[in-house]
């Protein structure tokens, strides 16, 4: 008999939570923390979505997103978490550029940037503090119609060396571009320049062992393998979902699958008004990207002055379209030490990351979609050569990954890194003034992406549902009330 992975779970919840990327698993736990009953519900058979890590023999863990987040992280994890995840966070001191423009190293903070654009790069001084002031005064709420290149132009006129060294790892995190709205770069920047990159000792796979383990002791129910279908909205309201063949009640819904496909897939369009529909069509999808993972033979070993992130560029100029092109001239790589993993077989790895457009994979048959990742693999390995002096004979394993890929085992449509670009905020956000009960979190808009941002997006959307839920249940009790004294 097939296993039932949905055995444990009960005919109603007060939530159901669709998917555990970081924003879900975040929401549930503080749902549950708040006294609802939770149920999470995630297809794959890993909890994290993104934030996720695989294993191959010789001992070698690969995590897929974890290369660096803000210092924010420690403030929500502590928050949220718990201390000891919060303890994990550690920062990561040697930030690389390599391109025909500069070379340098960096701890990337405001101090260290004020050196570098001043001293380096020759910057005025005052440009370079109104700079960062201009990106640290910029909220959600600010006008919108300045773009990042604007932005730099203004503070910066006729310096492409300088909009590269500022832009260049932004694009890398969340996948914002020039032409994006400025405020989606100044609130990221500014949150990396407060202190630096920082990352979490242990790996991803401890991370998200130590948040099941939160979960549970918070109450939520967790269900694998559990591919949620449809969500009831019969009647402009929130009934509950169908997962696995099962339908389970509840008195809101939080989907944390890709917003796209909650609203046109999970739910279908007939339950918005006209205007809505056309807004969330108009959304466009963030791009995605390919990864080449490397393990060094387990005797191996790389300095550390290799860099932890190493943004490396044979790109005369930046420039956005060169960034997602499949002749690839932009690699971000990041080296994980022995200590990355301390409890863990000490071994050093290298995941190569890059930009890239779905249809450049997704149009490809088999054969020549096989052909294009042994490419992908080869020439990266000619270029890390570089940084890491005969890796060909140091490498124990390799393999790479596409936007295909990440389509594959997150079914975020065209394999989106980020969710969506910035104007999937709003939609998101209106979810709940279109059907009641209906709520989304998870990467969007640019600002909720990444680690941090899909995290805090996660808490910000449980306290609606909490208030929400509570609201319901007040007109509930005066209905009863109600009723009561009218029996009287
Ligand atoms: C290669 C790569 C590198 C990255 N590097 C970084 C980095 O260095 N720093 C950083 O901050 N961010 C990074 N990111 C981005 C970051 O990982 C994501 O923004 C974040 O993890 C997304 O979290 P989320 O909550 O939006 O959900 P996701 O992680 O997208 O998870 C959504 C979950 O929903 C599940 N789901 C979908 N549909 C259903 C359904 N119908 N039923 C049940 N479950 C469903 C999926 O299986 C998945 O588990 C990277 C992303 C990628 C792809």
Redesign the pocket.
């Known amino acids: 008999m097939p296993r039932d992975f949905l055995k444990d779970a009960k005919d109603e919840y007060d939530v159901v939570v ?8 975040t929401a549930a736990n503080v749902l549950a923390r708040a006294g609802r009953s939770v149920l999470l ?4 058979y890993k ?6 890590w695989f294993k191959r023999p010789g001992g070698h863990i690969f995590d ?6 803000p210092y924010g992280m420690v403030k929500s994890c502590r928050r949220y978490w718990s201390q000891e995840i919060a303890d994990s966070i550690v920062q990561l001191k040697h930030i690389r550029f390599d391109n025909p423009m500069f070379s340098l190293t960096t701890t990337f903070n405001r101090d260290d940037f004020t050196r570098l654009l001043t001293h380096d790069f020759k910057v005025d001084p005052q440009a370079a503090s109104a700079f960062f002031d201009t990106a640290r005064g910029m909220n959600f709420y600010d006008e919108r119609s300045m773009t990042t290149r604007e932005l730099f132009d203004k503070f910066f006129p006729g310096r492409e060396d300088v909009i590269r060294l500022l832009m260049e790892p932004i694009t890398y ?2 996948g914002s571009t020039l032409e994006d709205p400025a405020i989606s770069y100044g609130i990221v920047f500014s949150n990396f320049m407060s202190k630096g990159v920082f990352t979490f000792e242990g790996g991803t796979d401890k991370l998200i062992g130590l948040m099941e383990r939160e979960l549970r002791k918070s109450g939520v129910d967790i269900c694998i393998k ?4 449809r969500i009831d909205c019969r009647g402009g309201r929130v009934r509950g979902v169908e ?1 696995n063949g099962r339908t389970i009640r509840a008195g809101a819904v939080l ?4 917003l796209n ?1 909650t609203i046109f ?2 739910i279908g369009e007939q339950y918005f008004d006209r205007a809505f529909v056309d807004e969330a069509r108009a959304v466009r999808l963030n791009d ?2 390919t ?1 080449v993972y490397m393990a060094l033979k387990a005797e191996e070993r790389i300095d550390e002055s290799t860099g932890d992130l190493l943004f490396s560029s044979t790109a005369p100029l930046f420039r956005t379209e060169l960034l997602l092109s499949r002749d690839i001239t932009s690699r971000t790589y ?1 080296f994980y030490y022995p200590r990355t993993r301390p409890e863990g077989r000490p071994r050093c790895l290298i995941v190569s ?1 890059t930009n890239a457009n779905y249809d450049d994979w997704a149009s490809l048959n088999a054969e020549d979609y096989e052909e294009s990742k042994r490419d992908l693999v080869e020439t990266t390995l000619d270029a890390l050569d570089k940084y890491v002096p005969n890796v060909r004979e140091r490498i124990d394993h390799v393999e790479a ?1 596409t936007p295909v890929t ?1 389509q594959h ?4 449509v065209n ?1 989106a ?3 969506t670009k910035f104007e999937g905020l709003a939609v998101s956000r209106a979810l709940p003034h279109q059907i009641t009960g209906l709520y989304h ?4 808009g640019i600002i909720m ?7 805090n ?2 808490v910000i959307v449980a306290n609606e549902v909490d208030s929400q839920l509570m609201q319901a249940s007040r007109i509930q009790t005066a209905a009863v009330a109600g009723g009561e004294a009218g029996s009287r």
Request: aromatic share 10%; net charge negative; hydrophobic share 40%.
């Open positions: 669709i998917g555990s990327g970081l924003a879900g698993l519900l995630e297809q794959h909890l994290g979505g993104m934030a996720t897929i997103s974890l290369h660096g987040f995190a969340n559990a591919n949620v279908t997962v989907s944390n699958a890709n496909a897939h999970l995605s990207s990864q990041s990351s990954s990440f085992y997150t079914q975020h394999g890194s980020f969710g979190a998870g990467s969007v992406s990444g680690w941090l941002g899909a995290m997006y996660g």
